[in-house]
């Protein structure tokens, strides 16, 4: 069993950044495929970005290109979401998830363990 936990949410002005955290335990995820999903208020959750294991290869979705970017820290067991030049629509509760084994795609219902999400506002 994996648990991921998610921090670093909060309010910010349009054009600001975040960090967010996935802090896992149970596991070591240093071979699982890592993700972040959103929210955003009356809409289906969606993908935003993966990293792959071993290589790390990255994905990130290309409306957040540019202004995103997923990074892991296997020896701390985290992954991170870094925000940049942040808009209103990018308010939403973002979660993190894991799966393994590896995993290319973006559809949610291939990942196994989430987390229990971090709000994340932008006020313009």
């Known amino acids: 069993q994996v648990q991921l936990v998610e921090s670093g949410g909060g309010l910010v002005q349009t054009g600001g950044s975040l960090r967010l955290s996935c802090a896992a335990s149970?596991?070591?995820?240093?071979?699982?495929?890592m993700a972040w999903f959103r929210q955003a208020p009356g809409k289906e959750r969606e993908f935003v970005a993966r990293?792959?294991?071993?290589?790390?290869?990255?994905y990130v979705v290309n409306t957040v290109e540019g202004r995103f970017t997923i990074s892991r820290d296997n020896a701390k067991n985290t992954v991170y979401l870094q925000m940049n030049n942040l808009k209103p629509e990018h308010t939403a509760v973002y979660y993190c998830?894991?799966?393994?084994?590896?995993?290319?795609?973006?559809?949610?219902?291939?990942?196994?363990?989430w987390g229990q999400g971090t709000q994340v506002t932008v006020s313009a």
């Open positions: 990293s792959r294991w071993g290589k790390g290869n990255i």
């Open positions: 998830a894991a799966r393994n084994p590896d995993y290319q795609g973006t559809d949610e219902s291939y990942y196994d363990y």
């Open positions: 149970g596991r070591t995820i240093s071979r699982y495929t």
